[in-house]
């Protein structure tokens, strides 16, 4: 073990930087790496503010971080794909490869996967990490650190296009314009959808994914999102819905939105139960498919983002010094209307 400053969460409410003791001893088929960006997830402020998620409880000091990407500073022996000054983002799950799940591909769902900065795991936002070399990924030279530290966020959004198996021209909607659904949208755009209908409450969110070519914003605020599909896709309805919002509002009329035979992908968590119409999903044949983090998308998101079919920088809101974390965190809990993504930078 060694001594390292870090971003702890003491308790609910409670954020240290402080040193704590993190292994740092590097095995056979693992890697060092110098953190230089760290993103803030919606997660990490989540047991910032509630202490747990779900089964997920916050019982001992824990570092935060998940959203990662920086510089290879020493290799384990067995490493053949990766050398020292190689730059990479992780994939922060590591499962346990003769798990059941594992084995039938689907390691994401693994019971006994580990995931930085879910209890009881550490996180990243501390200078140096090992991580298994299988779960590191070099980050072609046209992109950032701070896009790297994007890929882990990307990598839902493909995952959720994954599951709704998209056809070329097909119509999605997006409800919730935060960084995940964003990055679903920008996913779905990628994986053949000719456009994408996004809604929200939050007008700055929206005007940041009306960006990008092919996504239609929509304020339900000033608008009834059923309204613009039916006009839109002449009262047909979209071939896939993306639930972003984890809001259960989200789930009143959500089967109206999306046509028959299409389908429904949850990608946000709702925080309660939620009343959902099953006679007209039935009626409908709607298939909904659930999304969990993501399972073999790492290397496919980084291509996307390398061949610049997508460009992750505009969400990208404010980056703060490792010095400033507290401040990231405390600004993310404000959850102002014009933050997408805030990142930490560990070398500043």
């Known amino acids: 073990m060694t001594l390292q400053r870090a971003l702890v969460l003491e308790k609910q409410h409670e954020l240290s930087l402080r040193d704590i003791d993190l292994p740092l001893d590097v095995g056979p088929g693992q890697v060092k790496i110098k953190l230089h960006t760290v993103g803030v997830c919606g997660s990490d402020v989540h047991y910032y503010t509630h202490g747990h998620i779900g089964p997920f409880v916050v019982k001992a000091p824990m570092v935060l971080g998940h959203e990662a990407a920086g510089t290879v500073v020493e290799?384990?022996?067995?490493?053949?794909?990766?050398?020292?000054g190689d730059r990479v983002c992780m994939e922060p799950g590591v499962p346990d490869p003769n798990s059941r799940a594992a084995r039938l591909g689907m390691y994401n769902i693994d019971p006994a996967v580990t995931f930085w900065a879910t209890p009881p795991i550490h996180g990243v936002l501390t200078p140096f990490v090992v991580h298994p070399a299988n779960y590191t990924?070099?980050?072609p030279d046209n992109v950032s650190f701070a896009?790297?530290?994007m890929v882990e966020p990307f990598a839902v959004g493909m995952q959720a296009a994954t599951k709704a198996g998209i056809t070329p021209g097909d119509t999605a909607v997006v409800m919730g314009a935060g960084p995940i659904g964003t990055m679903v949208a920008l996913a779905a755009l990628?994986?053949?959808?000719?456009?994408?209908?996004i809604s929200d409450l939050a007008q700055p969110k929206l005007d940041i994914a009306a960006q990008y070519q092919g996504i239609i914003p929509v304020n339900i605020k000033t608008a009834k999102?059923?309204?613009?599909?039916?006009?839109?896709?002449?009262?047909?309805?979209?071939?896939?819905v993306f639930e972003c919002s984890g809001s259960p509002r989200a789930w009143q009329g959500i089967v109206d939105v999306v046509r028959p035979g299409g389908k429904?992908?949850?990608v946000g968590l709702p925080v309660e139960q939620v009343n959902f119409d099953i006679a007209s999903l039935s009626i409908k044949e709607v298939t909904i498919s659930s999304v969990f983090?993501?399972?073999?998308?790492?290397?496919?998101?980084?291509?996307?983002?390398?061949?610049?079919?997508?460009?992750?920088?505009?969400?990208?809101?404010?980056?703060?010094s490792f010095a400033d974390s507290i401040k990231a965190f405390d600004r993310a809990v404000e959850a102002r209307p014009t933050d997408v993504k805030l990142q930490i930078r560990m070398d500043e």
């Open 293 to 320: 983090r993501y399972a073999h998308q790492y290397d496919r998101a980084i291509a996307l983002m390398g061949s610049g079919r997508v460009d992750l920088k505009p969400l990208i809101s404010e980056t703060f």
């Open 190 to 197: 990628a994986g053949g959808c000719s456009r994408v209908i």
């Open 75 to 84: 290799v384990g022996a067995a490493v053949s794909h990766l050398k020292v």
């Open 225 to 240: 999102l059923l309204d613009e599909v039916n006009r839109l896709t002449d009262g047909w309805g979209a071939d896939v």
């Open 137 to 139: 990924y070099k980050l």
């Open 264 to 266: 429904i992908v949850v």
């Open 147 to 149: 896009e790297g530290a």
